[in-house]
């Protein structure tokens, strides 16, 4: 790629497709061809109209100020002498509106593109074919492409050629391809096609995705099809999608007269429906119509089923969140006009992650980027990659809880894949992120004032808020805490010393106390000393320091005495109880929660929480036909009508991050710090009559360990599956220890 000239259309194309096209002339018989190529946009890479490999939407999303991946393909057998190469673009992240946020199109950021053919001869010479000012410009079929918005194809319009292409500087590093291919997976059939009270054609696929709809059909030449794409219906059963929020979903196709096949080229939507807003005059076949399931090929490691039906659909509603919101990067949702990497959603998701798939990948490229957008004082922002709206760092806060996906990410990484390279990629960063709070405290050794997403979407937050109850200094020096840990492990995994940093964690942890839990008790409520902006304020100038969420994050990162455990582990059942046996809790607090009354010995009321069917609560949803999680409890109210319109995804996994509890506690496997990548297990499972049994896998690295449970009258039986290479130590509810390798065991008690 070394000396390929970067290349853009003679003009800017704005928001149509562009086609840059060489033909390639051989001068002897290929052994072996291999294609790199890269863009600023999104690409497809054909020769002789034969697309290159399978991946969709390459080169993928990553820091494009800084760098790009580029990907390799073998075409030796696509290959002939007089073979025409094009590289088809669109927009996609680096010029589109998604990665510019405060403007559409930022005319200094065009679609340019890059590549490189190198051909070995059977003589053993090699050639290259290299963009640069030779290659042809041509128009293209869409007319409108925008990953938000979506797309125009026009089969009608004649393509031409427009030029020569222009060679250009860009700064932006290339880098070979780090994370995962972007794929198609599953074809979904419809479910049905009916007509809404309101007289709209609606299509329903019956689960929530990510991808687009394919549609094959012959139509009168110039006949239009226009659909648009939402999650739900509203209580009257109509097409609703105000939720999207700005983007505008709307794919409009142009048919050629003949066989025509459409899906979108250079975007991709999240949906369940779709509405026909204009079709052709013809019948609608059905057989003829798919949704086309698009995400990071990621290979599936976890699985996972029980007694309880509605447990069994959370957990799929959790896989499918995973599904939609890893295309490339780890994002909050995938359907209205945000679909960015951010950072809180991706940490408090990162361990249920790396259970359900192998994610190493996916994690090690997000990273790069991470680290890449990480300020020069260490801050880590809110969206990762960074959007560029002119303002500030991304636009974003740097938030407790979402800056530190740092230090977590690449923690829990390691401790899945047991490979030292993630944590030897991140350590400085991982460093300076806790350098910089050391910082931006008002204290060394808390992290009081910021300006922080706190609890994001709490039960506590008062109506239309975002911002939860509890405390946010409260919240920011227990995630100081939290990250100094991590980085005092990762460096002690690494050799490091680290002394300084001990010191620190104890510091920490020492001043935590004296603040917020004096004399051993939470106060009521602590002086609040964020900085306000509108629509994010809190509900009253204190912040609350008695919260379930406060507790759960106490108790869960161990930053109270042991002697003030059990009362607090009271405290918070209690307040449970109060509350209905219900949560408050929001972002930063619910994926703790189960673990925090679990570790404390209330698994029981762990269990109570899990299946409580009230809101807030993860059955609400199931019940209510959720087929992905949801981003805010009540997302859909009890009555039929919406939370809000602005802040109410469907496909949000954030809550799905339940998962890690079930398969860490319910079913009770846990990779260990001291042999990471499940190289040695602690299993200890929670069984519980309601679920009836439980039964959980992972591959790993060392083969599968499976761990089932299940009642028979009042007796549990144990099934357990541990690999060759791999110990288990196991401790069953009777406290009944005992160390296992390689073998399938059975108990009872
Ligand atoms: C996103 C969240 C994100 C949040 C920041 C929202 O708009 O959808 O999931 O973490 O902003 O609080």
């Not at 640069?132 to 409108?144: A, E, I, P, Q």
């Not at 109509?238 to 505008?248: S, T």
């Not at 059955?619 to 009555?639: I, R």
């Amino acid at each position: 790629m070394k000396d390929a000239k970067w290349i853009k259309a003679p003009y800017d194309f704005k928001l149509a497709g562009v086609t840059f096209q060489k033909q390639i002339l051989l001068k002897n018989t290929v052994k072996k061809a291999t294609l790199y190529a890269s863009c600023m946009g999104v690409y497809d890479a054909f020769i002789d109209n034969k697309k290159v490999g399978d991946a969709v939407l390459a080169p993928g999303w990553t820091s494009y100020l800084k760098h790009v991946q580029y990907q390799k393909y073998d075409v030796t057998n696509m290959l002939k002498n007089g073979s025409v190469l094009s590289l088809s673009c669109g927009q996609g992240w680096a010029v589109g509106h998604i990665g510019n946020h405060s403007t559409n199109h930022i005319s200094s950021i065009e679609i340019c593109a890059v590549a490189s053919l190198k051909v070995t001869y059977v003589d053993g010479k090699t050639e290259h074919f290299r963009t640069n000012n030779s290659w042809d410009t041509y128009t293209s079929d869409v007319l409108f492409s925008e990953i938000y918005d979506g797309e125009t194809q026009d089969k009608t319009v004649p393509i031409t050629n427009v030029g020569k292409a222009v060679e250009v500087k860009i700064k932006t590093k290339l880098i070979p391809q780090i994370g995962e291919w972007i794929v198609e997976h599953e074809r979904l059939a419809p479910i049905k096609l009916f007509t809404t009270p309101k007289g709209e054609r609606v299509i329903d696929f019956g689960q929530n995705m990510t991808g687009y709809v394919e549609f094959k059909l012959k139509a009168k030449r110039g006949e239009k099809i226009a659909i648009t794409h939402a999650e739900v219906l509203d209580k009257d059963g109509n097409f609703y999608n105000e939720n999207y929020r700005l983007a505008k979903n709307l794919m409009t196709y142009i048919c050629s007269g003949n066989d025509d096949i459409f899906k979108p080229k250079h975007t991709f939507q999240g949906f369940r429906y779709i509405r026909l807003d204009e079709f052709p005059d013809i019948e609608i076949n059905l057989d003829n119509i798919r949704a086309v399931v698009v995400h990071s090929d990621m290979e599936r490691t976890g699985d996972f089923k029980c007694g309880n039906e509605k447990i069994n659909q959370l957990y799929h509603n959790v896989i499918w969140g995973q599904k939609s919101n890893y295309l490339d990067v780890p994002t909050d949702c995938p359907q209205r006009d945000e679909r960015l990497g951010w950072t809180g959603d991706t940490q408090v998701f990162c361990r249920t992650a790396s259970i359900n798939y192998n994610v190493y990948k996916f994690f090690r490229k997000w990273l790069t980027d991470l680290r890449a957008d990480q300020r020069e004082d260490g801050a880590v922002c809110g969206i990762i990659p960074i959007v560029r709206t002119g303002k500030a760092i991304g636009g974003t806060r740097l938030s407790a809880g979402w800056g530190d996906a740092v230090c977590i990410c690449p923690w829990e990484v390691y401790l899945a894949y047991g490979d030292t390279t993630i944590l030897k990629e991140n350590f400085t960063a991982m460093k300076k992120w806790v350098e910089y709070i050391r910082k931006a405290g008002n204290e060394e050794y808390l992290w009081l004032s910021g300006l922080h997403y706190g609890d994001w979407l709490a039960m506590d937050a008062g109506e239309n808020e975002y911002i939860g109850a509890t405390s946010n200094d409260l919240i920011a020096s227990v995630f100081y805490a939290y990250s100094t840990l991590l980085l005092v492990k990762a460096g002690k995994v690494l050799g490091k010393d680290v002394t300084e940093y001990e010191e620190l964690y104890n510091n920490i942890l020492k001043r935590f106390r004296e603040y917020f839990i004096p004399n051993g008790e939470l106060l009521e409520q602590y002086p609040y000393t964020e900085i306000i902006t509108f629509k994010h304020k809190p509900v009253d100038i204190y912040r609350k320091g008695l919260t379930q969420t406060a507790l759960v994050l106490i108790l869960h990162f161990n930053m109270c005495e042991q002697k003030d455990r059990a009362r607090f582990t009271e405290m918070l059942v209690k307040m449970i109880e109060n509350n209905g046996m219900r949560m408050t809790t929001g972002f930063l607090g619910t994926p703790y929660i189960l673990h925090a009354l679990s570790e404390n010995g209330r698994a029981d009321i762990a269990y109570k929480l899990l299946l409580q069917e009230k809101i807030p609560s993860w059955l609400y949803s199931v019940n209510h036909g959720a087929t992905t999680m949801w981003e805010h409890w009540d997302s859909l109210k009890e009555d039929g009508s919406f939370w809000s319109t602005d802040m109410n995804s469907f496909n949000h996994y954030a809550y799905g991050a339940v998962y890690d509890w079930l398969f860490g506690v319910s079913v009770g496997i846990k990779p260990r710090e001291d042999m990471p990548g499940y190289k040695a297990v602690d299993i200890a499972p929670h069984p519980n009559k309601e679920l009836g049994f439980a039964d959980a896998s992972i591959k790993t690295a060392y083969g599968k360990i499976r761990v089932k449970w299940y009642y028979k009258n009042d007796t549990v039986h144990y099934e357990i599956s541990v690999p060759q290479a791999v110990t288990a130590n196991l401790t069953l509810p009777s406290g009944y220890k005992t160390m296992l390798s390689g073998g399938e065991y059975v108990f009872a008690e």
